[in-house]
C-alpha cells in the first residue's frame, strides 16, 4: 500500500534553516510527480511545491518562492523541500502528497495520497 | 493566482440531512477542481477528482458537480462520521485551495 512518511520537523529560530524529508514506499516513486502542502495551525491547506517525476520541473507558490527548493532522490524514494530564511509565518504543518498523475506533469492533476505531516515551528 | 471562494465557512446539521459545499473560481479553470475531507487530526483524504468523478472507497453519498468557475459537493444523507472540513483544489494553472468548510452535526 502507498505509504508517505515525512520528518524533519521540529523548533527553529526565524531566519535558520531546516530540511523536510518524505521516505515513500508502496508505489513507483519515479513514476510520480509530488507536491509538499501546508497547513498553519488551525487554518487551511496552502500549496507550496511541486516537483516532476522525471526531475525537468519544478513549481513554488509565491509565499516561498526564493526561500524553499524542493528536491527528490528516486534511488531513496525520498522528496526533501530545504526550507531556508524561515519565518514566523512558516510555521505549519507540512505534508508530502502524491500527484495523481502517473508518468504525466502538468495542469489538471489532483493529489490521491497524503502523509501525516511534520510540524514545523518558527519562534524565537 | 486562482482565487477558489468556499462557502459556507461552516454549516451545522443534523444527520440525513443534504449539505451543500460551493467552491467558486476566480477564473475558468474547466473540471480541475478536486475535493478533500479532512478530519481532526487527519491527513487530508481525496473525495472528488475532475469536478465529479467518484473516487474508489469514497461512499457514494458524496458528489460533485460544476465546470469552468462553479463547482458544488453534495453530502446525500449526511451521517456522523462525516463531520470534517471540506476543501475544494484547483490545478487548472498551478494549484491553489479554497479557505475550508467545517461541517458539524448537530
Known amino acids: 500500500q502507498v505509504q508517505l512518511v515525512e520528518s524533519g520537523g521540529g523548533v527553529v529560530q526565524p531566519g535558520r534553516s531546516l530540511r523536510l524529508s518524505c521516505a515513500a514506499s508502496?508505489?513507483?516513486?519515479?513514476?510520480?510527480?509530488m507536491h509538499w502542502v501546508r497547513q498553519a495551525p488551525g487554518k487551511g491547506l496552502e500549496w507550496v511545491a511541486v516537483?516532476?517525476?522525471?526531475?525537468?520541473?519544478?513549481?513554488?507558490a509565491d509565499s516561498v518562492k526564493g526561500r524553499f527548493t524542493i528536491s527528490r532522490d528516486n534511488s531513496k524514494n525520498t522528496l526533501y523541500l530545504q526550507l531556508n530564511g524561515l519565518r514566523s509565518e512558516d510555521t505549519a504543518v507540512y505534508y508530502c502528497?502524491?500527484?495523481?498523475?502517473?508518468?504525466?506533469f502538468g495542469s489538471g492533476s489532483f493529489l490521491d495520497f497524503w502523509g501525516q505531516g511534520t510540524l514545523v515551528t518558527v519562534s524565537s | 493566482e486562482i482565487v477558489l471562494t468556499q462557502s459556507p465557512d461552516f454549516q451545522s446539521v443534523t444527520p440525513e440531512e443534504k449539505v451543500t459545499i460551493t467552491c467558486r473560481a476566480s477564473q475558468s479553470i474547466g473540471s480541475s477542481l478536486h475535493w478533500y475531507q479532512q478530519k481532526p487530526d487527519q491527513s487530508p483524504k481525496l473525495l472528488i477528482k475532475y469536478a465529479s468523478q467518484s473516487i474508489s472507497g469514497v461512499p457514494s453519498r458524496f458528489s460533485g458537480s460544476g465546470s469552468g468557475t462553479d463547482f458544488t459537493l453534495t453530502i446525500d444523507s449526511l451521517e456522523a462520521e462525516d463531520a470534517a472540513t471540506y476543501y475544494c483544489h484547483q490545478s487548472g494553472s498551478l494549484h491553489t485551495f479554497g479557505g475550508g468548510t467545517k461541517v458539524e452535526i448537530k
Open positions: 502528497a502524491r500527484d495523481g498523475l502517473r508518468g504525466r
Open positions: 508502496g508505489f513507483s516513486f519515479s513514476s510520480y510527480p
Open positions: 516537483f516532476s517525476y522525471d526531475g525537468s520541473n519544478k513549481y513554488y
